[in-house]
């Protein structure tokens, strides 16, 4: 019997229910998948090693071999595409100012200021078989060369009134030379051996010409673009020398700072920083 007045306590009863397992999330489902992957790509190797002979698997290698050569620039842009454009061959940019026609010249025309309409001389025929061979083996010679594969658009080849004018051209995001001075970098060092191998054994004498953008420059001692496209000729001209071109077969070493540009529309454009090395006509007729 209750005493009066006695409240009984409310009793709650809890039911849980057994879980036959924990919960295990889904990071399994993840390293499953890139084991997968990683199986699926060991695989593919095996085959292509099966299925592939010794040349086309060098030719395979060729193509995953990084082939632009990262130096320190003096321009550019460490942005998307590295300030490369993807219509442009040589990995500048086009501006609408050097798009569109432009008038006909000949294959030996000279386009240097002054010179415009003028027709070069011909020479011999024994020059201009040596100016194709010359030609021919520098353009193989970077075709073969993973390290320089990604800098044939920077080597040009004209025929001038003088001889064969080879231009080491730079763009956004390489450079010949440091930063304002005419220390050359080691992609300007290869550059020009490949030139001096090519041209080792011809007679002809020899002409190297320093150019630079119109960007301001104002160095220690009154340094000016003169001096600098002057003093990178001449670092040019002990490249040279130093890759086995003996020193009586320079003629001329000069600078001309910004005064022949190569894009004429644009005279700050990178491009317009380069090196002319002139393979001269033994007689200029």
Known sequence: MKPEGLIEPEVIIKKVKGHGHGHHGGAWKIAYADFVTAMMAFFMLLWILGATNEQQ??????YFTPTVIQMQSSGGS?????????????????RPETAGHRP?????????????????????????????KVTDRIKRRLEADPTLKGLQGQVKFVKTRDGLRIDLVERADFSMFTLGTSAPTQAAGALVQTVANAIADTPNRLAVRGHTDALGFSGKGGQSNWSLST?????????????????????????????????KA??????????????LYQDPA
Do not use: C
């Open 57 to 62: 698997r060098k030719g395979i290698a060729d």
């Open 78 to 94: 460490n942005g998307f595409f590295g300030g490369k454009s993807v219509t442009a061959p040589d990995g500048s940019a086009l």
């Open 231 to 263: 003093a990178r000729a001449d670092a040019t001209r002990r490249l040279l020398s130093g890759a086995g071109i003996d020193t009586s077969r320079f003629r001329r070493i000069e600078g001309v700072a910004d005064t022949d540009p190569y894009v």
């Open 104 to 132: 006909v010249v000949s294959a030996g025309a000279d386009t240097a200021p002054g010179r415009r309409g003028q027709t070069p001389a011909a020479g011999s025929a024994a020059d201009q078989a040596r100016f194709d």
């Open 266 to 279: 644009n005279p700050t454009d990178p491009r317009n920083r380069r090196i002319s090395i002139t393979l």
